[in-house]
């Protein structure tokens, strides 16, 4: 297992002195126990072994919510309390079914591209990672909608102004998570080659300041958009 | 014409279209702005379709920018030298 990580903190920085970077956009392959698996799974794993434990350090701290919130507890309030209201704003009363899943999903996205930050390469690098995320959206989508209008008037109002439109209607459907794949991927993966570009150019000063950006700011918007989109796909589908 | 330049005319082509993402972006910029000043009360809702507006118009940035950097980085080790 620590073989593996110092693998992947190797992996993260291949930059040779002097010449261009080693820019490699395919997943790295480590053998682990016989098995060769991307490098992104292992991260992936990593990141939800560190989020359950954090959850459960979370829940470890506060026995019992107080009614009076303060200090730790108002502080994960505020966030979870601004996930509801945004979903209030965009999905309506689906707000209490989808509001803890997308929380769910922006986390992962944050902490799974903010561990760049610690050398390793970031799972959101990869593409399989994103589709799977991308996925997980998509039948969240489906299932919302399903709970609310049953198939029948699902595909009905799929087909809404006439039977023509039901196949670009589908088509449109399944390329959203595609299409969110993408972006996410593309974002992580060029800010990464961008900064490894700087690094590689002028390595001093530069990086420092351009690194809050490409490394943070960027990460941070990427989640919103993430979390914003997942909830687009879902007022689309259901009011 | 060597073959790796043909890639790097290629790459710079697909780059291209940022040029439709920037004008796209700029005017609904313009827009969202023009509407504001005309109705200030309507921001929240403004900002928030403007920003549904821009992630969409960002994605074809995107887009182009993953086809040049797939043209770049894949292309010239798929073909046999």
Redesign the interface.
């Known amino acids: 297992m620590f073989y593996a990580l110092g693998f992947l903190a190797q992996a993260g920085h291949e930059a040779k002195p002097g010449g261009l970077p080693e820019?490699?956009?395919?997943p790295h392959r480590i053998h682990l126990g016989g098995m060769e698996i991307g490098s992104s799974v292992l991260v992936g794993w990593l990141v939800t072994a560190l989020l359950v434990l954090l959850l459960l350090c979370l829940r470890g701290r506060i026995r019992r919510f107080a009614d009076k919130p303060k200090g730790l507890q108002n502080f994960l309030e505020m966030i979870v309390e601004s996930v509801y209201n945004f979903a209030r704003?965009k999905v309506g009363h689906n707000a209490d079914f989808v509001a803890p899943m997308v929380l769910t999903l922006m986390g992962y996205v944050a902490v799974a591209t903010l561990v760049e930050l610690f050398g390793l390469p970031p799972a959101t690098e990869d593409l399989s990672c994103t589709l799977a995320l991308g996925l997980t959206t998509f039948v969240l989508v489906n299932v919302t909608a399903l709970r609310q209008f049953g198939l029948k008037t699902r595909i009905r109002r799929l087909a809404s102004p006439n039977a023509m439109v039901l196949p670009i209607r589908i088509l449109t459907d399944c390329v959203a998570p595609i299409?969110m794949a993408?972006?996410l991927f593309?974002?992580v993966?060029?800010g990464g080659?961008i900064m490894k570009l700087i690094y590689a150019v002028m390595p001093y000063v530069l990086p420092a300041v351009l690194s809050v950006y490409f490394n943070l700011i960027h990460v941070a918007i990427q989640t919103f958009?993430f979390g914003?989109?997942t909830l687009?796909y879902i007022s689309e589908a259901t009011e | 014409m060597s073959v790796l330049g043909m890639i790097a005319i290629a790459a710079a082509i697909a780059a291209l279209t940022g040029v439709g993402a920037a004008l796209g972006m700029s005017h609904a910029t313009a827009k969202a702005v023009e509407s504001i000043a005309r109705q200030p009360e309507a921001s929240g809702k403004v900002n928030?379709s403007l920003?549904?507006g821009l992630?969409m118009m960002e994605?074809t940035a995107?887009?182009g920018?993953?086809v040049a950097?797939?043209l770049i980085?894949?292309l010239p080790g798929s073909i046999a030298p």
């Open positions: 820019i490699d956009i395919m704003g299409s993408l972006r593309a974002n993966l060029v080659i958009v914003m989109l687009n | 928030s920003m549904f992630i994605t995107i887009y920018l993953f950097i797939l980085f894949v």
